[in-house]
Structure formats: C-alpha cells, structure tokens
C-alpha cells in the first residue's frame, strides 16, 4: 500500500509542477550536525537563528515528530516565474528572485495538497516549508532530489539552484529513494562570482560576509559591506546567476520583475512598507531595517538625485538611519553632501552617528572583494 501511496504522490507533484521529489528515512542528520557545530564554533554562521537556533532539533525530525518514519522532499521551481530584474538604472534597487513575490505560498499548497493524499489513507502527515524544525536542504539531498553545489545551495537536475525546497514528514513508510550520484564536478563558478568572497572554499560559506546574511541581519551593516552591497535591497542571486544547471531555465525568465524605486520605497509609512514586503524577512518585524538597506543602496547607485531623500534621512529620528544615512551621502558624492554633513556633525549628540559622520574613507576590510 506505501508503494502505491507513493505512486500517488509522485503523480500528483508532477501535475502541480513539482521539479524534483524523493523519500527518506527519519534518521538524524549528523554529518550536517556536525559541520553546522562547526560552523557555530568558528564563527562562520555569524548571529545566524532559524536552524542554528537549535542546531540538534533541526537535524533530527523524530525531536518534533516522533512518529515520522519518512520525510518526503519536494523542489518547487520560482524560476523562470520570477523573472529577472531590469538592466541597472540610478535610483533602482533590486530583490533576489526567491523574494520577487511570495513564491513559498505556491509551495505551500503544493504540500497541502500531498499532505491531504497522506491523510486520506489513513497516515498522520505534516508539512515544513522555510522552517527551523528541518535542515531541508539535508533530507533534498538524502533523498536524491539534488545534489550539494559548491555554493552549498542544492541543484536539482533540470532546475539548478532555482528551487524552494519543502517536506512532507509522515508516520507511512514509504520506499525510500537512492541519493543522486551526480556532483558539480570540476565547476566552480559560483566561487568567484561572490561579490564578497563569502564562498571561501567549495560547500563552505561564512556568513559574515555574506550580502543575503546582512539585509537581514539586525543593526548596524558594517562599512565593509556596503558598497559591496551595490543596487540590492534584499537578498543577492550571484552565486546562481553564475551556475550553468541553472542557466537553461535563467534563460526563460524574461519578465522584469524584482526591481524597486528605492526613493519611492524610502518614502513609504512603516505600515505600507512592511505590508509591501510582507514575505521579507525583516529583524523582529522592524521597518527601520528595511529602510536601512534602501538607503545603502541608494548611496550606491542613487546618483544626485537621490541627494534630497538622504538628507532628509540625516534628520530622521532613528539614529539608525542617520547613521546609514551619514555613510550614503559620503558615497554619493554629490556637491552639496559635505555641506550637510558638516551641519549634521555640529548638531548630532548620537555617538553612534558621529562616528558615522566623521568617517571620511569607507574602505574595504581585507579578505573582502
């Protein structure tokens, strides 16, 4: 009967899309342990939470559901359905496409639905989607799904690293599938195309250096970071963009989307921004954070028009966005920067601001591209 249930729920993924899906066991997960202990004691996974938060549970399913006998892994391809951003322009800004739009909902109801099959033959099942109860990326790859590409991002033949990854943990025990043999081989592409260095070996990355890692991180983005920051404002494709599994399907995506006026953004009440980009994860829900990264990027790739929506933020009453705000106008270069900045020093009682303000180079810290 597991046989023909899992013949059911391949049917039904293909027919909702699904690029890749297979079957594990509910064994822990210690060779991902392991390397994310590691990761944590030599500093690589930064202030990392979601999995990091509890490194045991998210390795081990039976921790949450102790009746799972299998994990049933499914890729869900958002490329080419999200497009790609418009060519580079002063003022706009750029989300990765996993975030153009809320593409885990589609997932979502994809798993439902496979849930739903379970269920109606009597087995409990549960979905994870984007959640820290499962290293899904760990049962993509035990269950032949994908295979671990040198950007430790999971490549799924067909769809590259294109793919949001989502489970099915169910008390049926179910065939389970055959890791994949195939690996990047002699490819790496992906190293050198980190505008940051963060792939710092094949499979390995450290965080603190990571653009994705920082757009959502708390507080202050260190100077090193943000010219490297460049037009984005969420997230940073680099490393796929570069990987040739996923270039045939890169090709197709030739809607613009993904790309944002960063003065408009700027612009927004804290309601209307959040609700814009309520699919973001943004640090304890905090508007000042998103604000933050525009106002980087806009100091990028603004130009001199983006000098009156700068100085405006110089007087903003979030001594966060002052200080970013301090940086982006030094960056910008425009005639009448210094002439602020000077004001703003005479003025500024935050020590944390003035030490933006009197901080004339911005150069990049070694190890840094």
Not at 46 to 58: H, M, V
Not at 209 to 231: E, F, H, S
Not at 320 to 349: F, G, K, N, T, Y
Request: with cysteine.
């Amino acid at each position: 009967m597991t046989a023909e249930l899992l013949e059911r729920l391949e049917a039904e993924a293909r027919s909702l899309g699904v690029v890749g899906m297979g079957v594990t066991g509910p064994e822990p997960f210690d060779e991902v342990r392991r390397t994310m202990d590691r990761r944590a004691a030599t500093g690589e996974s930064a202030d990392l939470g979601f999995t990091y938060k509890d490194r045991s549970r998210a390795t081990t399913i039976l921790e949450s559901y102790p009746s799972a006998r299998s994990i049933v892994s499914v890729a869900w391809p958002y490329v080419p359905a999200a497009g790609s951003p418009a060519r580079p322009a002063p003022g706009m800004g750029r989300v990765a496409r996993f975030a153009e739009r809320n593409h885990y909902e589609s997932l979502r109801r994809v798993l439902d639905r496979l849930v739903a099959t379970v269920e109606s033959e009597g087995h409990a099942a549960w979905q994870l989607a984007d959640d820290d109860r499962l290293v899904d990326r760990a049962a993509a790859v035990r269950a032949g799904v994908g295979w671990w590409g040198k950007s430790t991002m999971v490549l799924v033949p067909g769809a590259g690293p294109w793919v949001l990854l989502g489970s099915v943990v169910t008390d049926a025990a179910l065939p389970r599938s055959e890791p994949t043999r195939r690996d990047c081989g002699t490819c790496a592409a992906c190293l050198p195309a980190c505008p940051t260095g963060a792939l710092v070996a094949p499979g390995q990355i450290d965080a603190r250096k990571c653009i994705a890692y920082w757009a959502q991180a708390p507080g202050v983005i260190p100077r090193r970071m943000r010219a490297l920051m460049g037009d984005r404002l969420y997230g940073c494709d680099e490393c796929l963009t570069a990987c040739p599994p996923g270039h045939p399907v890169l090709g197709r995506a030739t809607d613009v989307r993904g790309t944002v006026d960063l003065a408009e953004v700027l612009g927004l009440d804290d309601t209307t921004l959040m609700r814009r980009f309520s699919h973001f994860y943004v640090p304890r829900r905090e508007a000042r954070h998103l604000r933050r990264n525009a106002i980087i990027a806009l100091g990028n790739v603004g130009g001199r028009s983006a000098f009156g929506v700068l100085a405006g933020y110089l007087g903003h009453p979030d001594w966060l966005l002052r200080a970013h705000a301090a940086w982006a106008l030094q960056a910008l270069d425009h005639p009448r920067s210094e002439e602020v900045l000077s004001e703003a020093r005479r003025s500024e009682e935050d020590p944390r601001v003035l030490a933006e303000l009197e901080h004339e180079q911005y150069g990049i810290e070694p190890g840094l591209r």
